[in-house]
């Protein structure tokens, strides 16, 4: 696997590929990798000749309160994981190599950035959709691998790529659960004993307002039975409830008449959980 610190390895690397006719995906992570990342790889793997994985906790989409400084990494064994899955190169910038001369330019979809999980972190969605316009111009792949587990990130990122007429086919990929069903996280590591049973509450609540929909697909019910769900869990600060068109994110009043997304933010202690489920009536 290649190893790429600097912007002009990574494009060096993607240019020779490219000579040779050959077609490039990437995949996008902050590191500290699980089984949801290396899903996502294999993805990748099946549909191009060659997969750049890379890996930077980028600081411009981290609020001041946030947890930039305690975001898990553990850049040894992310590599090694990405060498047994056979990845062909990983993009490895630090901050001053990604940000260093930079201005203060950025790309924002407006619509999109300042919603549902945009509202609860500012400047979020404009840090997401300047890393990736980034990494996008570096590594110019064909195609680029998103989970819908960042359900709200994958159509903010359809949307700028449909905007700014990038030649990039954005892929989705279904949210990769534990046995038990807790969505993988790299947060998932600072939950304590507790809060990670506590924390099944998520998906518990997403399967009845799976089987919900089909049978009384009222949004108000809907809600009401997730909120009562997650209150199970004493831990749990509910930060968000939504249930969204599934491809535009626009409210939806009354009934689920078309396939809706069910977005559910809550944190436990410092840790923010985030999952989400399509679901639709019969
Ligand atoms: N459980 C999962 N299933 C599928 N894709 C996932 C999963 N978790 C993360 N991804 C995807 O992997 C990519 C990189 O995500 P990231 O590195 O932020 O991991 P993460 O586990 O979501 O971390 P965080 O703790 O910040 O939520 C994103 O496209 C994200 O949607
Ligand atoms: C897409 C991404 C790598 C941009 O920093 C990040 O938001 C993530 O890991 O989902
Ligand atoms: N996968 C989401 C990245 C973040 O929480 O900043």
């Known amino acids: 696997m290649i190893i ?21 995906s990437l995949v996008p992570t902050m590191g500290y990798l699980h089984e ?76 999109l950035s300042g919603i549902l999980q ?24 064909d195609i680029a691998v998103f989970g819908e587990k960042d359900y709200q990130q994958l159509t903010l990122i359809r949307q700028m790529v449909r905007d700014l007429d990038m030649p990039i086919d954005v892929v989705g990929h279904p949210t990769v659960r534990e046995p038990d069903g807790l969505a993988m996280s790299s947060r998932n590591v600072r939950l304590n004993a507790r809060h990670r049973q506590e924390a099944l509450a998520l998906s518990n609540s997403l399967d009845l307002a799976e089987g919900l929909a089909k049978s009384a697909p009222d949004i108000a019910v809907l809600e009401k039975t997730i909120r009562q769900e997650l209150s ?19 409210e939806l009043e009354g009934r689920v008449d078309r396939p809706a997304v069910v977005l559910l ?18």
């Not at 001041?64 to 190169?89: F, G, I, K, Q, W």
């Not at 933010?265 to 019969?282: E, G, K, N, S, Y």
Request: with cysteine.
């Open 232 to 250: 199970k869990a004493p831990s749990a600060e509910i930060r968000s409830v939504d249930i969204r068109d599934a491809e535009t994110l626009a």
């Open 265 to 282: 933010a809550v944190r436990f202690d410092t840790v923010l959980l985030i999952d989400q489920r399509v679901v639709a009536p019969d």
């Open 118 to 141: 945009g509202a609860l972190r500012p400047g979020h969605f404009r840090g997401v959709s300047t890393v990736v316009s980034k990494l996008f111009n570096i590594v110019a792949p």
């Open 36 to 111: 949801g990342h290396l899903s996502l790889v294999r993805m990748a793997l099946k549909r191009s000749d060659r997969v750049v994985t890379s890996i930077f906790v980028n600081p411009t989409q981290f609020g001041p309160s946030e947890d930039l400084d305690t975001y898990p990494r553990n850049e040894e064994r992310d590599l090694a994981l990405l060498t047994s899955e056979n990845v062909d190169a990983v993009f490895v910038p630090d901050v001053n190599e990604m940000y260093g001369a930079g201005g203060d330019t950025f790309v924002e979809v407006p619509g």
């Open 4 to 24: 790429c610190r600097s912007k002009a390895d990574m494009r060096a690397t993607v240019r020779d590929w490219k000579r040779s006719g050959q077609s490039v």
